[in-house]
């Protein structure tokens, strides 16, 4: 809770920065001023502090999109080394088995990963948290490196379920340290980069999955160590960058440590000196800590909670998590001899349309991007039921298939897919906001876990139909969006609790902000 101090640093110190610095500060401003037409507060300090956090999503991007296209490779590792041991080879039902839990676990271990979120972050900070918990990367990718010189698939499926711990955590202490060490009218796009750190790290895995790089029964095994690279690289950045000043000054009241990390991480004193007013403002509304169950029983959360379920359900049950993982097959069962080139083009429309995201997300709002995405998902889900249903009596039309599958990548990237993982921040106010990002984590990676796991058995029995159910969870996300979500672009962390702090009982699409694309 905030404890005001005596009086407040004013050295000047702590706030100057070398020529050198100081030019790439004005060429920075310089830039958001062009492509936003308002002055930013961006510094370098600032944007090493962004990529910095955002080499986590990297790591986690790379671990998705490395298992496609050497599926059959590493299935063939799973075969040797129970043929080595039994003198017999598994069974198809076996390996299908296996295989879908060596990609799904990670997701698993994210599931898991997302419950220490809160404990973490009050803890030891944002930034700290961070730190610690890219030791359980670095962790992982050796075990997945050394599984094939201990012929343990075992040891690869540990490797990816401790890896999958690390997702669960950085997924949601990236989202939480980029919001709170952002300036509001940059607040979404700085969140938009870690979607767009992990789509480039999906697309970097599926390059050095293909057979031509490092997916092969050579290399794989150095494949999936690669993400050590920035790993490593992040625990040479991200020390040298300050602290959340929201943290410090309301989980901890240390004033004075969080006006001096906000004049590292702004360029103008007047700007400070209003963020510190801002902090200050939702310090006195906000309770000291909120346990688990205050979280769910406070009223105030109710709607806030009930919409990040939604929103975040919508998205991991779109179908996108499915054309990533199962790409490959999905384009050689249409007919395709080189599918996994096509699964590069997954890749790189994935890249593509986070960026533009990136661009929008301050310019459109959150609602525009969230509506416009859900209901993109539930026509070309409806259109992926159709062309699959029709597949084997019309083989021309693989070539919708895969256009259809662009589009569904795209409407995903641009809203629902970089949103979810941070409106949770955004609905509530600091005391709950670690609770609230260990929820988001828990939602999204427990839907990639259920879908990595189940897609395959419910392709088999629903066939092309399995689409539909993402039609219906596309448009009832729409639905819940286009109700209750208020847009929060351009409004500060205290400004958006207040639409939920004291609205007991008022339905909130009945108040002037909400249910507005203004």
């Not at 702590?14 to 060429?27: I, K, P």
């Not at 919001?179 to 895995?205: C, D, H, M, Y």
């Not at 920035?230 to 943290?247: D, G, I, T, V």
């Not at 629902?416 to 005391?431: N, R």
Request: glycine share 6%; proline share 4%.
């Amino acid at each position: 809770m905030y404890r005001p101090s005596s009086t407040a640093q004013e050295s000047c110190d702590d706030g100057r920065q070398t020529e050198a610095a100081e030019g790439l500060n004005v060429m920075c401003c310089d830039f958001w001023s062009s492509l936003y037409g308002v002055q930013s507060p961006l510094t370098a300090t600032l944007l090493m502090s962004i990529l910095a956090a955002v080499l986590g999503s990297l790591q986690t991007g790379y671990q998705t999109g490395n298992v496609n296209a050497p599926a059959k490779i590493i299935e063939e590792f799973f075969n040797m080394t129970w043929r080595s041991r039994h003198n017999d080879s598994m069974s198809d039902h076996s390996l299908t088995f296996l295989w879908s839990l060596t990609v799904s676990i990670k997701d698993f271990g994210a599931l898991l990963g997302s419950l220490g979120v809160k404990i973490l972050a009050d803890t030891f900070g944002r930034r700290n948290s961070i730190l610690i918990v890219n030791a359980l990367s670095v962790l992982g990718a050796c075990l997945m490196f050394l599984s094939k010189a201990s012929v343990s698939f075992e040891i690869l499926i540990i490797g990816r379920l401790v890896f999958g711990l690390f997702c669960g955590l950085v997924m949601s202490l990236n989202p939480l340290y980029i919001q709170e060490v952002s300036p509001t009218e940059l607040r979404g796009a700085f969140a938009t980069l870690n979607q767009v750190s992990f789509a480039s790290g999906i697309f970097l895995g599926m390059v050095a999955g293909l057979d031509m790089v490092l997916g092969t029964q050579k290399y794989w095994a150095l494949m999936f160590s690669l993400s050590l690279i920035p790993a490593l690289l992040q625990y040479a950045a991200l020390p040298f960058c300050p602290e959340s000043p929201r943290y410090l000054l309301i989980n901890c009241g240390k004033e004075n440590q969080a006006e001096v990390a906000l004049r590292r991480l702004r360029r103008i004193s007047d700007k400070v000196l209003n963020e510190l007013k801002e902090i200050k403002e939702e310090a006195s509304h906000s309770q000291s800590r909120v346990t688990l169950r205050e979280f769910l029983k406070k009223r105030s959360y109710r709607q806030p909670i009930i919409i990040v379920l939604i929103i975040n359900m919508g998205s991991q049950l779109s179908g996108f998590n499915a054309i990533i993982n199962y790409s490959t097959k999905m384009f050689s069962k249409s007919g395709f001899e080189e599918a996994k080139y096509l699964t590069l083009g997954v890749g790189a429309v994935n890249v593509t349309f986070t960026l533009v995201a990136f661009f929008l997300v301050e310019r459109a709002g959150r609602r525009k991007l969230l509506l416009s995405g859900f209901l993109s998902l539930a026509a070309c889900n409806l259109l992926m039921t159709v062309t699959d249903s029709f597949l084997h009596i019309v083989p021309d039309l693989r070539s919708l298939q895969v256009l259809v599958v662009f589009f569904l990548i795209s409407a995903y990237e641009v809203g629902p897919g970089p949103i979810s993982w941070f409106i949770g921040a955004e609905l509530f106010d600091q005391p709950a906001r670690p609770i609230a990002m260990a929820f988001t984590s828990m939602l999204n990676w427990g839907g990639k876990f259920l879908l990595a796991l189940l897609f395959p058995p419910l392709l088999k029995v629903c066939g092309a139909y399995v689409y539909l159910v993402f039609v219906a969870v596309a448009l009832l996300a729409f639905s819940y969006t286009l109700l209750r979500l208020p847009e929060t672009k351009g409004r500060t962390f205290d400004d958006i609790a207040a639409e939920f702090r004291g609205a007991e009982g008022i339905p909130l699409y009945n108040k002037s902000d909400f249910n507005t694309f203004t």
